[in-house]
């Protein structure tokens, strides 16, 4: 996996700690670029910290159930994303604009205790989504996931660049989508915990299928 100018092939590539973004309603996936705004002080001194060290921050979100600590902190889920900063822009209002790339998905586990006013905790990449080699190519059912993004898109009145559309390789197809789409912080966290890319695929086409489903009554027919 390559992430701006940083290759990531091995365990020994990664740190065995992060700092942690909490996010909520946020995707990142490997490969993947999210762009963020920052501007709470601890985060702007969490990114501060990774650009003095390895660039790499984890994006998590908070625990689905609501739950927080002791401390009034909420929990967090069990599966995040290591992003690289690949780019930063200060605003001159007190902003970063940062860019992140996709590394790999990380199982959280035990938070540290730090002096810094940002989370850190150990984790447990999963090494798989280093392989970018294009091993999932051809695994998806692309005609469904195109006729379900279609309909979705004629449902709300959206264009999209059905060219480009058509030159993304799978992954690209799959992952983009994922981000892009409006759903909230469980199906992004179902669409990050999926195993592989088919089965976010397959995710995908059903998260968006009850979505529409539930806006259309006579969905079933549109489609066929």
């Not at 921050?57 to 625990?63: C, D, K, M």
């Not at 938070?111 to 850190?120: A, N, Y």
């Not at 190519?137 to 469904?144: E, K, L, N, T, V």
Request: charged residues 25%.
């Amino acid at each position: 996996m390559q992430a701006g100018n940083a290759h990531y092939r091995q365990e020994s590539d990664l740190p065995h700690t992060v700092a942690l973004f909490p996010l909520e309603g946020a995707l990142l996936l490997p490969g993947s670029r999210l762009p963020l705004n920052i501007f709470e002080p601890r985060y702007l001194q969490m990114v501060d910290h990774a650009i003095a060290s390895n660039r790499l921050i984890g994006l998590i979100q908070p625990s689905l159930d609501g739950a927080t600590r002791a401390d009034g902190e909420p929990g967090l889920c069990e599966v995040g994303c290591f992003g690289r900063i690949t780019s930063m822009t200060e605003t001159g209002d007190g902003r970063y604009l940062i860019a992140l790339q996709g590394v790999c998905r990380f199982r959280l586990g035990e938070e540290l205790t730090v002096k810094t006013p940002f989370r850190q905790a150990r984790i447990m990449p999963f090494l798989a989504d280093l392989d970018d080699s294009g091993n999932d190519a051809g695994a998806i059912d692309r005609p469904a996931l195109l006729k379900v993004f279609r309909a979705y898109l004629q449902a709300n009145e959206l264009q999209a660049d059905w060219e480009g559309v058509s030159r993304a390789d799978d992954a690209m197809l799959v992952n983009a989508l994922s981000m892009m789409a409006p759903y909230g912080p469980a199906e992004k966290q179902a669409l990050l915990e999926a195993p592989d890319l088919r089965t976010r695929a397959e995710t995908l086409i059903a998260i968006t299928e009850m979505a529409l489903a539930r806006d259309n009554d006579d969905f079933g027919t549109s489609l066929q």
